[in-house]
């Protein structure tokens, strides 16, 4: 599961030219930091109650 979902993420941020994205769990929560050749991309891993209440 997280790697389809971080390597499909990675698409859409370098597609959009975009920093940061967000995966949506229900349980899991972290911050991945990824490096790419200009920099890096931030992935948050949260839970959608949490994600919600925001």
């Known amino acids: ?3 389809r ?3 499909g993420l990675m698409e859409a941020l370098d597609e959009y030219d975009l920093e940061q994205g967000l995966v949506l769990t229900m349980d899991d929560e972290e911050t991945i ?4 050749k200009n920099g890096k991309k931030i992935i948050m ?3 959608v ?3 919600m209440l925001e």
């Open 45 to 47: 891993v949260k839970p």
């Open 49 to 51: 109650w949490k994600w």
């Open 1 to 3: 599961m997280r790697e």
């Open 5 to 7: 979902e971080i390597l």
């Open 33 to 36: 930091q990824v490096n790419v």
